[in-house]
């Protein structure tokens, strides 16, 4: 008679409770902490996304009617072209030069204004001068108020006047054309100027 192999019997298993279970894995939470200490300081090994802080939002100057003030001191009374606008600042002390190079030659978007006044025909002088404020000669300066001129190749001649008053800083823009095309020229930029001073404006203002 041939007898089957005997298969090997397997231990039986033996039932853990549920109590039994988590009191296992309790202790072995208990005894690897997955915040081991070092040096007597706890150490953290979860490595946790950080938030990026949020860019500050935009500053824009608000357009307001035009000053009659700021036109008589651009000696510009019939210009052909003329803007206000007007932003708080929380820097009271400066006078209209310091607030003329901070708009100008401290604004984060300097390139862009040279830019933009090349395109428009501006002649400009030296960027670093004491008699220009980024190459805008200057016509009228006191402490309350700054008078900057430029001449233009497309035969207008814009006159810029900064007053700060306060707590709030006045900004004037007046051009003055001498024919038909240069006025021409300079009202269908005009729309992007308005949008270039704002900006600037609130930039020097933050």
Known sequence: RVHAPSMPCRPARRAVSLPGLA????YAAASNPPNPPMNGHAVSTDVLPQRRP?????????????RDDLRAVSRFPAADYADTFEI???APGRTAEQWARLVFEGATMR?????????????????????????????KNTPDVIVLQARSLAEF???LVLAPGGSRLVYGT?????GLLAKALYY???????????RVLGDAAQ
């Open 23 to 26: 009191g296992k894995l309790t």
């Open 188 to 198: 269908g930029m005009a729309p992007f100027h308005r949008l270039l001073v704002s």
């Open 111 to 139: 390139r862009l204004l040279i830019l933009w006044w090349r395109l428009l025909g501006f002649q400009l002088g030296p960027r670093r001068s004491a008699q220009h404020v980024l190459g805008w000669r200057i016509v």
């Open 157 to 159: 001649t814009g006159r």
């Open 54 to 66: 949020r860019p500050r939002p935009w500053l824009w100057a608000e357009e307001i009617p035009v």
């Open 174 to 178: 007046f051009v003055r054309c001498d």
């Open 88 to 90: 708080p600042v929380s």
